[in-house]
């Protein structure tokens, strides 16, 4: 069964950096692309940053030239380096590469506050 355990979140301030990781078992992790998801309560999830198995990336409009995705396949986790937090970053952030088959994770929580 696939497990996904996020990490790394936290308060930080605005125009603050965060480094969110994401740990992948029961899996081959190198052929999948991976992405990550953020949620604020009371909204749907959406889509962040995505990574292909070939390293290709694609971010949401919001946070391109802020967020980095990467990923290294022989730990199997994947990363999202976040600098220049704003206060509407605020959110649960999660990973997956499948929502519709693969349960998802706790989440890590992000809170950008001064």
């Known amino acids: 069964q696939v497990q996904l355990e996020e990490s790394g979140g936290g308060l930080v301030q605005p125009g603050g950096s965060l480094r969110l990781s994401c740990a992948v078992s029961?899996?081959?992790?190198?052929?999948?692309?991976m992405a990550w998801y953020r949620q604020v309560p009371g909204s749907q999830r959406e889509l962040v940053a995505t990574?292909?198995?070939?390293?290709?990336?694609n971010y949401l409009d919001s946070v391109k030239g802020r967020f980095s995705i990467s990923r290294n396949n022989a730990w199997k986790r994947v990363y999202l380096q976040m600098n220049g937090l704003k206060p509407e970053d605020t959110a649960v952030y999660y990973c997956?590469?499948?929502?519709?088959?693969?349960?998802w994770g706790k989440g890590t929580l992000v809170t950008v506050s001064s």
């Open positions: 029961g899996t081959i992790f190198s052929i999948y692309d």
């Open positions: 990574i292909s198995s070939r390293d290709m990336t």
């Open positions: 997956n590469r499948d929502p519709a088959k693969i349960p």
